[in-house]
C-alpha cells in the first residue's frame, strides 16, 4: 500500500480546504475585492498547496526510499533528514 492511500483521507482533507481557499480567490474576484484581499487569499492558497507538496514529497522519501525495514541499506535517517529540510526549505 502506498502512503497516499494509507494516508487518504488526510489528504483529501487538505484538498478540500485547499479547494474552498480557492473559491475564496474567486468570490473576491467576482465582488470585485481589493487586491490586497486578493493577494492574501493568494499567499494562503499557495502556502496551503506548498504544504501539501512537502507532506507528499516527505511522506514519498520515507516511505519508498528510505523504509528500513525494505532497504536496510539505504539512507540515514540523518542525511534523510537533511534532505528532507533541503527539500522544504525550497518548497517555500
Not at 534523510?80 to 526549505?89: K, N
Request: proline share 1%; with cysteine; hydrophobic share 45%.
Amino acid at each position: 500500500m502506498t502512503h497516499t492511500v494509507r494516508e487518504k483521507q488526510k489528504l483529501l482533507a487538505r484538498v478540500r480546504r485547499l479547494r474552498g481557499q480557492v473559491e475564496a480567490i474567486e468570490r473576491a474576484l467576482e465582488t470585485e475585492a481589493g487586491c490586497e484581499k486578493v493577494m492574501h487569499l493568494l499567499a494562503a492558497a499557495r502556502g496551503a498547496m506548498t504544504g501539501l507538496m512537502a507532506e507528499v514529497v516527505e511522506d514519498h522519501v520515507r516511505t519508498h526510499l528510505v523504509d528500513a525495514e525494505r532497504h536496510p541499506d539505504a539512507l540515514n535517517i540523518e542525511a534523510v533528514d537533511h534532505l528532507l529540510d533541503v527539500v522544504r526549505t525550497y518548497l517555500r
